[in-house]
């Protein structure tokens, strides 16, 4: 088996969000701004991404972290990029969608390389178009060199309130090569706390 390559701090496609200590409604896995991931929903995305990474002969012991985890991670993320892009205005086309899909980026391969960041195939029209979203966004308000676009565009990612379940513990806002988990156990029923939010970074290739 091959191994997915995946840094500990963009794991999550690049933007690591704060999780909040408001209570979330039964069946959710995480309520992101305006809209519900549904658990069931996550265990599906959970199961897709399972099989392409077997299809792909890539071994999910590299990630270093629990697969739900990871693709919750993705599917937060996906769901703050597509609020962002409803805020700004911007939209993506299916030309833009196409060339973004034949990019290695990091990887040996276009689809290498969304598996490194949790999308599987099925899942990478949706994705992509969010991932270019945010780089509209942040040309929209003054390009990658302009340091005030990228804290404006923080201040966004700020604003959009995430709450995930207690099942998953709190959200790790430092992992290290000791502890690369995604979220810190406070326990099956444990309350979540607030926790300290870390620099947001931009969706990387």
Do not use: W
Not at 38 to 64: I, P
Not at 132 to 161: C, H, M, T, W, Y
Not at 175 to 200: C, I, V
């Amino acid at each position: 088996m091959k191994s997915i390559r995946v840094a500990l701090a963009a794991a999550a496609a690049g933007v690591a969000l704060t999780a909040c200590a408001n209570p979330i409604e039964a069946g959710a896995a995480a309520i992101v701004g305006n809209e519900r991931i549904a658990a069931k929903d996550l265990n599906a995305e959970v199961k897709q991404y399972e099989q392409a990474l077997t299809a792909a002969r890539l071994d999910a012991s590299a990630l270093r972290v629990p697969l739900s985890q990871f693709v919750l991670y993705r599917m937060t993320n996906e769901s703050v990029y597509r609020q962002l892009a409803a805020k700004h205005g911007v939209q993506v086309n299916e030309s833009e969608i196409d060339a973004a899909l034949k990019d290695p980026g990091q990887q040996q391969s276009p689809e290498i390389n969304l598996l490194a960041k949790g999308v599987p195939p099925g899942d990478a029209r949706d994705y992509l178009r969010g991932e270019l979203s945010v780089r509209k966004i942040v040309d929209k308000l003054g390009g990658p060199q302009n340091q005030q676009a990228l804290d404006a565009l923080r201040k966004d990612f700020e604003a959009v309130k995430v709450t995930y379940s207690p099942r998953y513990g709190k959200v790790n806002t430092q992992p290290t090569q000791e502890n690369p988990s995604m979220f810190l156990d406070t326990g099956r029923f444990g309350k979540l706390t607030p926790t300290q939010q870390p620099q947001a970074q931009q969706p990387q290739g």
